[in-house]
């Protein structure tokens, strides 16, 4: 069977953005905003972890003891704001979250892949030596949960020499791409 996914735009140009920044470390923490039951913004750091095969939904990892958990229960739509440095361009995501809290293929595979030391931070409250056991049984803990953007729009801003922006939206199942006076 021959897949029809076709990377869009935007993905092609983060994923260049990715590779020239690869050597730095902040280049892999996305900003994300979401709002809280009151209606405030909460905006926390998180790992990007990757992109679902055969599609733009970009994966992420929490704990379901944490607000931001509660957060998207509440309200599943959110943006991610990424900022690479190296090449000064800004990545503004916005769409909705689904949330991988249950036995799912998608959350074993994102769980195999991350480090020991990420997985060490849901066993918080356990000692040390229990959570090495755990770890190496491959023990996915209760509390661990993988959080897909469903990318909807999304807004670039190359702040070089010369600006330029972007706006990427998603109508039709169609990535529109319109070009705007920075």
Known sequence: MTSTFTISAWRQRLARSLHVS????????????TLSDEGFVQNR????????DESDHIIMITDTRSDKFLALQAHSHAEICWYFAKTREQYRLSGNINIF??????????????????K????????????????????????????????????YLLLADQHERIKYQL???????THINP
């Open 171 to 177: 109508i039709d199942k169609k990535w529109q791409e």
């Open 22 to 33: 690869r050597s730095k470390p902040e280049a892999k923490y996305i900003q994300l905003a």
């Open 101 to 118: 809290a249950n036995t799912s293929d998608l959350r074993t595979s994102v769980w195999n892949k991350i480090s020991p030391s990420a």
């Open 45 to 52: 750091t998180l790992v990007f972890r990757g992109f679902v």
């Open 120 to 155: 060490a931070q849901f066993y918080w409250y356990l000692d040390d030596k229990l959570v090495n056991e755990l770890s190496l049984n491959n023990s996915i803990p209760d509390t661990f949960c993988v959080l897909l953007l469903e990318t909807q729009q999304v807004d």
